[in-house]
Structures are given as structure tokens and as C-alpha cells.
């Protein structure tokens, strides 16, 4: 039988065991686990990787802990607004939304406007209104609503400053985190999928764009190398293209997927000042997670090895 | 003095000498000449790329015959959204907008969010505001009305379809043209800039987003390989991340503008069926102008050379 696997990631930034709850730990490691276990049951019965990372997604996007989906951030003007992104390797086909309100499952939303749509990324009402044509799962604003998410709103806006933080954040802003959701997966057929999901930035303005929705840039997948999902910096991401760049530097580079990802997030990202991580992993079946960082929300499983990360 | 170049484009399409007459002919080469002129006024004496690609987009975008600023297309729902992006090769900063209404120079727009915000990428009505905030000069629907863009929405309705076209369209659907406008160029401090910036698809529908407002896929620049923009069929080249995918084949593969271009254009964009061409200068000062569609209206401009082409 040939290799499949799996990982995902929470969203990277200055996590520290140091300012960090036992209970809050072990609910972060239990959320992280059963988007894991949702995947692996897709690609362990012979599932595609497609359908792997949605279902994986789907979990963590219905987790408020993790910034996507329920527990998406709120903007300047206190709504909740998505952006997500799907890739197949198979065919490079890809599917992206940015700015989309309501949706219960926004990776749902990109996956069906990749199958059924000739776009490949929509945005706003005219994305909600496609997604209401394709009968997706809508929710009410309360849905979205959560405590935590509208206290760092109001601390936020005091500050007069936008967040990426999905989390908690330093008065001094000198920590930064990066609410995203994703996951990668290579299936028994051997094709490769990403998906990634987020609610942008506390008080977002101006509807900003992150890389996350951006197949290229915060999500690819490509049979011929790897899949990839990216939580950051968005702006620094946008910089550096960062996942075709890893992809890139397979393909025409010859470099294998460990020193492809170092290179980008270790050197290029950090020589510019951005900061966060992806995980990827390769047709072969290597997982790799890495983090410029101090913490990064993660897991992988295949068939020797679960692994479940934060610091 | 160091080589200096420029490149422009204003959509790429089933575009034959059989069809043009000859004065819509001359208003085309006329409406290049005047956009060439401009941006090479700026690099000639000293400039910098980024303002001679701005100079070279806002004569194209004040020229109702091209599908970007005033002349952009209609939306299903009668409106003008237009989408543009904006790159900076020295220090790969970017700068974007999607779905932008009332702005009379898009390019400007995006400019103005690379250089003076922390953002890349901004959408809607909060780029709207945030052109506000800049002191953009806007214009309001009477301004973006032409009657020949009128004119195809209704067609293009009766026929159900979304259309790409900025000029005319097949009633069969064999016919497609891309809409869209862009420059690229070198100046004499060896820095690169790209531009690109579009008034979209007729009758475009549920906020769809293309290659055009997208760093990495339909423009990007980098001082150590080259300046591209694109135009085309987008959901094919965010397939394959275009330009970025040129500019990787040349950093990585070593391969020559020429041999970067063709590969992409000519072999796997034409091998998923994908149809548009690239405007790209490197910065060594070598220009390809290169389509795999019927014609592309195109210019360039260099010392020893000024080229005005539309089949």
C-alpha cells in the first residue's frame, strides 16, 4: 500500500507554555486531534486527500478556539468575515473566497466553487450569493459570536491597532499570532490536496486581504511536489509567494521538501521580518512543520507516527 | 547609462486584422502610442519604473477602448468593479485592490496601499474608504458609463454567460478576449516595476476575482529576474501562478526570459487549454511581448527600438 498522510495547523505565533493554562493546553491538543482523527478516517478507508483536509478543516473551523469559521475575529465594524482556500494537486484546480459573512463552513464554500463554478475565487456578497445558489450551511450573526473574540475587538480598537492575533494579544505588541486554520494531505492514489481557512485580523479595516485565500501564495497543491498551508505574516507571505516558492524550488530547483521549506521560512521570511510557518507535505509522504516563530497550533499522523504540537 | 525599457499591454484575444476597421485600428495604436510615451517620458529622464508603469496604466485607464478605469466593463448587476495591482521589484512590495468602485485610477489606488499602508491587498468597499482616507481622485457612474460596454452586458445577459471580453464577442462563444491592461519597466537605476489593472469580466457575477489584482499569478516584479503582467483567461493562470512561475523558471532553472516565457506561455498555459500572453522586460533590459491567443495589442519601447503591435 502506498504512503498517505496527513497534518494541520491552528495558526502560529508568539505561544508560549510560559503564559499558557493547563486547560487551555489540553483543549487545544484535544481540538487539534480530532480534526486529525476526521482526516485520517477519509484517507485511511482509501478517501481522497481532497475530501481529507476539508474534513479536518470543517473541525477546526467549528472549534471557537481556533480563528476561522465559529471562532472567526471580529472586524472594525464588528462582523465576522472569511476568507478561505482550496487546492487539488491532481489538476491544479483551486477554489478561494475572501470576505464572505454567514457561511457556517467557509473551506466548504471554496471547495464547491472549485467543482461547480468556472472561477476560482469570488469574494464578498457575490460569494454569498453563490454560496446560498449552492445550498450551503448558513449561520446568524449570534453563531459567530463569541466572548473572546469581542473582548480583543474593543482592546483593539482602544489600541487603534489591527490584529492577526487569534488568541491573546501584548499591550506592547510585541507579540504577534496568526489565526488560521489548515491542512494538507496525500491520499493512497497519491494525489495531494491543501485547504486553509481564517477570519483575518482582529479590527480588520479597509477589507483586507491576508494571503490565506490566495492558492499560490498561502495555499497550493501540486502532484509533483507537495501540498501546503500557510499561517503568518500575510503580508510577508504575499512578499515572498511563499508556497508555489516552496513548490518552485522542488520543481525547477531539485531541492527535496525539508530544505524547501527551510529555505523560504527560516531564511527568506526571516530576512524580511516575517514571520510564522506551514506545513506541507510531498507526494512522497514526508510531512514537514516548521515555524520561524515561537509557537505553531499543529499535528501530523501517517502510519507509524501521530503527532501533536504547540510550542 | 544602464539599459532602460518598457512594456505595455491592453488585453490579449481573438483580435483579427478581418474584423477591425481601420479607424478603431489607428484609435488602438494611437491609444499604445500615447501610454507608451507616457511612462517612457518618466524612464528617460531619470524616473523610476514604478512611476513610469503607473504613467503608462492611467493613460490606458483614461482611454474609454480599454477595459480598465473608465472604460471597464459592466457587472451583471450594471456596475464597474475594477481590480489592479502593483509591484515594486526592488523590494518585492506589493500593493492590490479587487471589486473597486468609483475610483477613476485604480493603479494609484494600489499604489498608494503599498506605499502608505500595512496592508497588500485591499477589497470592496473598504478599499473604497481607504482611497477616501488617501484623497483619491474618485468619479461617480456617469464617468464609467460608455455605451458600447452597455451594449455587451445586454448581450452578454440575453446569453447567460459571463464574458472576459473588453471590446466584442463571439455570439458562439469561440471568440474570447481578455480585457485588461498592464506595463512593465526597467529604469536606469536597474529597478523593475509591474503594473496591471482591469475593469474585470461583462456581466461578471458573484464577485469573482481574476489573475489581474493577484501578485505572484497575473503581476509581478523582482529585481533579480524580471517585470511581468499578464492577461488572459485568469482562472488558468492562477493555475499555473504565472508570473511568479517565469520569474521562479529564471531563478531557479536559470532559464532566459525568452525560454521562461515561451515554456509558460506557450506550452503549459496552451497544454490546459489556457489562452492570454505576458508583457516582460528583465532586468538586463530584454523585453518579450508573448500571446498564444489571435492577437494582444501590445508596445514597446527601448533606445534603439519603439514596437506598436495588435495581431
Known sequence: MKKIGLAIHGGAGTIRRSTMSRILEKEYIKGLKNSLVAGWK????????????????????????????KGSVFTNEGKN????????????????????????????????IMQKSEFAFLSGNGAEKFAKKMKLQS?????FFTQKR?????KAKKSGKAFLDHTDFDKNLKNKYYGTVGAVALDQHGNLAAATST???????????GDSPLNGIGNYANNKTAAISC???GEYFIKLTVAFRISAL???????????????????????????????????????????????????????ETFIGIY
Not at 251 to 278: C, H, M, R, T
Request: aromatic residues 6%; contains cysteine.
Open 42 to 69: 477519509v484517507i485511511s478507508k482509501g478517501g481522497s486527500s481532497l475530501d481529507a483536509v476539508c474534513e479536518s478543516v470543517v473541525i477546526l473551523e467549528n472549534n471557537p478556539l481556533f480563528n476561522a469559521g
Open 81 to 112: 468575515e472569511m476568507d478561505a482556500a482550496i487546492m487539488d494537486g491532481r489538476n491544479l484546480e483551486s477554489g478561494a473566497i475572501a470576505g464572505v459573512m454567514g457561511i457556517k463552513n467557509p473551506i466548504l464554500l471554496a471547495k464547491e
Open 139 to 143: 449561520e446568524n450573526e449570534k453563531y
Open 150 to 154: 469581542w473582548e480583543q475587538l474593543q
Open 199 to 209: 477570519g483575518g485580523m482582529t479590527n480588520k479595516m479597509f477589507g483586507r486581504i
Open 231 to 233: 499561517t503568518g505574516s
Open 250 to 304: 522542488m520543481e525547477y530547483k531539485k531541492l527535496s521538501l525539508k530544505k524547501a521549506v527551510e529555505q523560504v521560512i527560516l531564511k527568506e521570511l526571516v530576512k524580511i521580518n516575517g514571520d510564522g510557518g506551514v506545513i506541507a507535505i510531498d507526494n512522497k509522504g514526508n510531512i514537514n512543520l516548521t515555524f520561524n516563530s515561537e509557537g505553531m497550533y499543529r499535528g501530523s499522523m501517517n502510519d507509524s
